[in-house]
């Protein structure tokens, strides 16, 4: 996926989840922040932050804040981006080689997951969850707790126990991270639930990212350590 009209700016402060104020070419911008997630260790002031330029001209906030630069990593912190990058890999066979059809927000009883993808072996359910935490090498997820997040998980289970194929892909917004485990530390009871899916036969994958100012594409595989 693409960008237009990117910009670079140094970061100032974040007054709450969904704007920052940036200096743009030595002015003050009012930034929408595109990832409602606390995203603390990325937005600190002074570091180099990257802005597309709102389409709607007529939008109170003229940018919206896509990216980060932390020490040598920069990261995509688009909290859109790992569907869309996801469904274009999937589409291009990255998931699966020989797929047939592929449909987005598939409800499935009292869950909506992100994929179902189909082959010659069925359907394939998939939650996507985008990843921003790097620590030491290791990208974890999630940099804050989601009820959200182990409730699909709990519907991944479910799926899985009445036979269906299940997948859950830690798309990784950065290139560099050595290994993917959950963040314990943060959510231990998202880690619990991703240990159950696992071990009830749910697909756990992380993949890491391609990063520019204007673009995300994914690279390829994260080792995902569970123990």
Request: hydrophobic share 40%; proline share 7%; net charge positive.
């Amino acid at each position: 996926m693409r960008y237009e009209a990117v910009c670079e700016g140094r970061f100032l402060l974040r007054p709450n989840r969904f704007i920052a104020h940036v200096e743009v070419d030595g002015r003050t911008e009012v930034c929408h922040v595109k990832n409602t997630g606390r995203c603390r260790e990325l937005l600190v002031p002074g570091a180099t932050v990257y802005l597309e330029r709102a389409k709607n001209p007529l939008r109170k906030t003229r940018y919206d804040l896509i990216a980060v630069r932390k020490g040598p990593l920069l990261i995509n912190m688009d909290a859109q981006a790992p569907n869309q990058v996801f469904g274009e890999w999937a589409a291009a066979g990255g998931f699966l080689p020989e797929l047939r059809a592929i449909r987005p927000e598939f409800t499935w009883e009292d869950s909506r997951f992100d994929f179902r993808l189909e082959d010659g072996g069925g359907s394939l359910l998939v939650e996507v969850k985008g990843v921003t935490l790097e620590e030491d090498g290791v990208a974890r997820f999630p940099d804050a707790p989601t009820q959200r997040g182990a409730k699909h998980l709990r519907g991944l289970l479910r799926a899985s126990g009445a036979g269906i194929r299940t997948a859950v892909c830690f798309v990784v917004q950065m290139k560099g991270p050595r290994v993917f485990r959950p963040n314990d530390r943060t959510d231990p009871a998202f880690g619990r639930a991703l240990r159950e899916a696992a071990t009830a036969g749910v697909q756990v994958l992380a993949v890491d990212c391609r990063v520019a100012p204007d673009a995300l594409t994914i690279d390829g595989p994260v080792p995902v350590d569970l123990t």
